[in-house]
Nanobody, 126 residues
């Protein structure tokens, strides 16, 4: 079992920044690829970013490329999502998730991630 707890969400004006954190406990964090997804009201959950277990490779949705950065600190069992130049359309509940099979290439479908956090709300006002 893996437990994930996200934090760092909040209300921010357009153009602002937020840094999300996701702390993992349970099975070995360092062997898992990690992903961030988001779900806006009335929409399906969508891929945001992912990072390989050794932090050597990352992947981003086109909608966030150049604005968001995923990173991880295996010593702290934590994955981060730095979000800059936020837009109102970034408003959503953000979830972190684990791909414990550490597959390559990085997965972008939510059904390929096994464990999920409870989510953290990000609201961007215009």
């Amino acid at each position: 079992q893996v437990q994930l707890v996200e934090s760092g969400g909040g209300l921010v004006q357009a153009g602002g920044s937020l840094r999300l954190s996701c702390v993992a406990s349970g099975r070995s964090f360092e062997i898992a690829n990690m992903g961030w997804f988001r779900q806006a009201p009335g929409k399906e959950r969508e891929f945001v970013a992912a990072i390989m277990r050794n932090a050597g490779l990352t992947a981003y949705a086109d909608s966030v490329k150049g604005r968001f950065t995923i990173s991880r600190d295996n010593a702290k069992n934590t994955v981060y999502l730095q979000m800059n130049t936020l837009k109102p359309e970034d408003t959503a509940v953000y979830y972190c998730a684990t791909d414990t099979h550490s597959r390559y290439p990085l997965r972008r479908r939510d059904n390929e991630y096994e464990y999920w956090g409870q989510g953290t709300q990000v609201t961007v006002s215009s």
